[in-house]
């Protein structure tokens, strides 16, 4: 069993950064697709950014795509989710999400891993607000 901790959510003015991780993760060992979701005030929860460690591919929403980069961080055994340029639109509470894999291709453009209960491991989330 997975125990997905989410770390490095906070206040941030617009136009700012912030990094986001989940750990932990056995890469050495296991193949997994993560995800961050994020989910706003009376909004429906969001696949925002994926990657899969079987082939390194990632998936980022048009919502965020040049803004925010998903990246796996070996040394701390973690996905971190890279995010710049923050728009008070971007405040939400956000969430890990992370699956074992066999070593297969492409596997955030799997239909089941673009929904939030399509993975086994799920975080409690931590909170990003973009305000000034």
């Known amino acids: 069993q997975v125990q997905l901790v989410e770390s490095g959510g906070d206040l941030v003015q617009p136009g700012g950064s912030l990094t986001l991780s989940c750990a932990p993760f056995e890469f050495t060992s296991n193949y997994y697709v993560i995800s961050w979701f994020r989910q706003a005030p009376g909004k429906e929860r969001e696949r925002v950014s994926c990657?899969?460690?079987?082939?390194?591919?990632?998936y980022h929403a048009d919502s965020v795509r040049g803004r925010f980069t998903i990246s796996r961080d070996n040394a701390k055994n973690s996905v971190d989710l890279q995010m710049n340029r923050l728009k008070p639109e971007d405040t939400a509470v956000y969430y890990c999400?992370?699956?074992?894999?066999?070593?297969?291709?492409?596997?955030?453009?799997?239909?089941?891993?673009?929904?939030?209960?399509?993975?086994?491991?799920r975080g409690q989330g931590t909170q990003v607000t973009v305000s000034s």
């Open positions: 999400a992370a699956d074992r894999i066999d070593d297969v291709q492409a596997a955030c453009t799997y239909p089941i891993f673009e929904r939030w209960n399509g993975y086994d491991y």
């Open positions: 990657i899969s460690s079987s082939d390194g591919t990632t």
